[in-house]
């Protein structure tokens, strides 16, 4: 199993982007997807979660400007980041809890990151 995130960058104080997350590989179900972030010199942190209903959190330093949603038929899961500030500048992982085929448990899988950046 593979979760492979893409749509970070650059962008001004203010923006938006818009992160994606595409798990690949033997999957039979996909449970709840989370996005992390880590920023430099600061331990990783949970920023948002979506269950396999649509049900959502988010941590309060993103409430209101971050948005998760996630396609079930494609394995996929996004987050888009509205109001970027500088201190939302980290590198942003996806994860999520999968089931492969043939076996009965899910296991726990990340995603290698990708930067967010924010100028001022």
């Known amino acids: 199993v593979q979760l492979v995130e893409s749509g970070g960058g650059l962008v001004q104080a203010g923006g938006s982007l818009r992160l994606s997350c595409a798990a690949s590989g033997s999957i039979f179900s996909i449970s709840t997807m989370r996005w992390y972030r880590q920023a430099p010199g600061k331990q990783r942190e949970w920023v948002a979660a979506i269950l396999t209903d649509g049900r959502t959190n988010y941590a309060d330093s993103v409430k209101g400007r971050f948005t998760i949603s996630r396609d079930n038929a494609n394995n996929t899961v996004y987050l888009q980041m509205n109001s970027l500030k500088p201190e939302d500048i980290a590198v942003y992982y996806c994860?999520?809890?999968?089931?492969?085929?043939?076996?009965?448990?899910?296991?726990?899988?990340w995603g290698q990151g990708t930067q967010v950046t924010v100028s001022s």
């Open positions: 994860n999520a809890d999968i089931r492969t085929s043939g076996t009965s448990t899910f296991r726990n899988y």
